[in-house]
């Protein structure tokens, strides 16, 4: 099917949804069809016969995640605002506590993968709210709406048999499988190409469930972080005073400027208390945010770190910032 006549239907489907009809009856057909070769490559990868008829038989493409794939990713409102809600004092609490709750679990973790339990619990209340808000959508059901749709058909396909993979190895049930309307699964927001790359049975029962299991939940994120690079002798970066009247500030800013901290020294930057910044031989970034005239960070390799996880700033700026509420209660 042309690329065309495929984004004709996207639009239809979309037309249809928001006047509150259903699915035009011509684009069964060429779904189906669409079906019935994924069906086939499925056999081919080798997911058994049964699998494939329960999983892939009787699904349709779902409107609502083509809706939210159609939307363009603009940044609608400042650092300050997102981390008014990101970081709150109700999340801050949780996180506090659930630490607490979990922490013989965690050090056992964080030892095993030399990564700082904090971070773990940090990125579990980001991406979830430590698990409260998982998604809603059928795994198979969303990948397979994304991968017919044909913007990026390759990769939601990629991660389509990535999923039948994961089921096939009992895992997870398909009813089960819950995710994003992307398909990020789990407590943690795997896609399933990363949960086969990085996800951990910790707990030994023949499963990585990142779905139920609190020591696969966090072995598999101190997993990913510890396989692409995680300092455990290091934290993430820290907020910064920058010096008075420097007009061009912006221009040292980035984390392909990164430079060693006397340098940062040098140039008039202090710590966020005014005191001197750290002596440690460690290269830091300039990170704002929000440009000129808001929050000023200099971090360091694990807030790369943290980036390769989730490509952004505000993210990973709010991960560091509340893993540092979590260790300050410890």
């Not at 990170?287 to 360091?300: Q, T």
Request: hydrophobic share 45%; with cysteine; charged share 20%.
């Amino acid at each position: 099917m042309k690329n065309w006549s495929k984004r004709a239907i996207r639009c239809g489907l979309l037309v249809w949804t928001l006047a509150g009809g259903v699915f035009p009856a011509l684009a069964a057909p060429d779904f189906q069809q669409w079906l019935g070769d994924l069906r086939q490559e499925a056999l081919a990868a080798g997911i058994p016969e049964p699998l494939v008829t329960q999983t892939l038989t009787d699904i349709q493409p779902i409107p609502r995640i083509l809706e939210l794939d159609a939307r363009q990713p603009e940044r609608t409102i400042t650092f300050d605002t997102y981390l008014s809600r990101a970081v709150n004092k109700t999340r801050i609490a949780k996180a506090r506590e659930l630490y607490r709750t979990h922490g013989a679990l965690l050090e056992k973790v964080g030892r095993h993968y030399g990564v700082q339990p904090r971070f773990i619990v940090a990125l579990w209340g980001m991406e979830t709210d430590f698990g409260r808000n998982m998604g809603g959508f059928k795994v198979i059901d969303a990948l397979a709406t994304l991968a017919y749709d044909g913007r990026r058909s390759a990769f939601f396909r990629s991660e389509l048999l990535h999923a039948l993979q994961i089921l096939k190895e009992g895992h997870i049930a398909p009813d089960r499988m819950i995710g994003s309307w992307a398909g990020a699964m789990g407590q943690c927001q795997f896609m399933p190409s990363s949960f086969n790359r990085y996800a951990q049975d910790f707990d030994g029962d023949g499963r990585r469930d990142i779905w139920g299991t609190p020591a696969d939940v966090f072995a598999s994120a101190a997993n990913y972080l510890s396989t692409v690079g995680w300092h455990v002798d290091q934290t993430w970066g820290r907020a910064v005073r920058p010096p008075k009247g420097k007009a061009d500030l912006v221009a040292w800013a980035g984390l392909d400027k990164a430079q060693p901290l006397s340098v940062w020294a040098k140039r008039g930057f202090h710590q966020i208390d005014g005191k001197p910044l750290p002596t440690a031989a460690m290269n830091a970034a300039l990170i704002m945010p929000d440009g000129a005239g808001g929050k000023a960070y200099l971090v360091y390799d694990n807030y790369r770190t943290i980036m390769d996880w989730n490509r952004s700033t505000y993210f990973a700026t709010a991960v560091g910032i509340l893993a540092d509420h979590i260790g300050a209660a410890k």
